[in-house]
DNA sequence: CCATAAATGCAACATTGTTGCATTTAAGAT
DNA sequence: ATCTTAAATGCAACAATGTTGCATTTATGG
């Protein structure tokens, strides 16, 4: 995805939010990204450019999650992924991709997550998490 | 679930182990309990009749499950959580019903959790994780 | 009863994330 | 351009979950 530091500032200050130098790097990073990426990653490629604090990092993801501009993905190995959002278009209805071996996690865009299944009596359904698991391309090839 | 002591005995020792007493109480509570257990949970309950070590506790657990006595379900909370497998024959293909008021997980005995999907070019599809989100009996009620 | 490998307990460490509070700063008001 | 102030940041400490190394204890076969 291509974008523009200016759209970038728009984004955020269409949120409502004061442009700082940590929201708009951490912004740019998942605009950037191709997949979901964890906290660490998002730190080390911030990071690179100039100093912000860890903590800092995760009140940026918590804000931009809140607002839309960002989702949270969960996963098995206990690290929450992040993408960036930023038609805020993007349906929260889709499948998750898993690879296996380099623990990479993908949007599976055209897909739906939702159907509806016999619970239990009593039981009440309110959405669905699927997570396909397996190798991605580059896994796959090597 | 009814078990007597001696069976949960023969389970371990089937499965090529010393019969301890922390295997014997961590494996008692998994058959005894309506639904998955987190490792804070197992402690709990196993304390309550002697003291085992916490580590002893997450060992007992993996051995468990490496020797398929017990499934490992994954959740967003970042918390391990743990079903006893008694049969062997539990197919690890069902679904995963997550209550979002008290977080506790049961299995979806009877649904499958694999369908082929579509996936982007050179991905390769190994199994699939689905969590139905809701709320369980109780708290549906409540 | 003995020998021994396996299991346990304990302390220390690792990772991921959160909280409290003092300091800095973006953005509107002057 | 400067001032004011709520918002954002940085830092230190803490919390939850899980892991590793190693000395001690113990279940089991001989």
Same mark, same amino acid.
């Given at each position: ?35 979901? &990426?964890?906290? $660490?990653?998002? =730190?080390? *490629? !911030?990071?690179?450019?100039? +100093? %912000?604090? /860890? ?8 804000? &931009?999650?809140? $607002?839309?501009? =960002?989702? *949270? !993905?969960?996963?098995?190995? +206990? %690290?929450? /992924? ?11 209805? $889709? ?48």
């Amino acid at each position: 995805m291509v974008t523009t530091r200016v759209s970038i500032e728009d984004l955020l200050r269409e949120a409502g939010a004061r442009v700082t130098r940590p929201r708009l790097s951490v912004l740019r990073v998942l605009l950037e990204a191709p997949r979901a &990426l964890t906290h $660490h990653e998002i =730190a080390r *490629r !911030v990071r690179y450019a100039h +100093r %912000v604090d /860890r903590v800092t990092i995760y009140r940026v993801l918590d804000w &931009l999650v809140a $607002h839309r501009l =960002a989702h *949270r !993905v969960a996963s098995d190995d +206990r %690290v929450w /992924r992040f993408n960036a959002a930023a038609e805020g278009a993007h349906a929260d209805d $889709h499948m998750h991709f898993k690879c296996s071996r380099c623990g990479g996690i993908t949007c599976l865009e055209g897909t739906r997550a939702s159907r509806r299944v016999t619970l239990p009596k009593g039981y009440r359904q309110q959405r669905m998490e699927i997570t396909v698991k397996g190798l991605c391309a580059e896994c796959a090839f090597a």
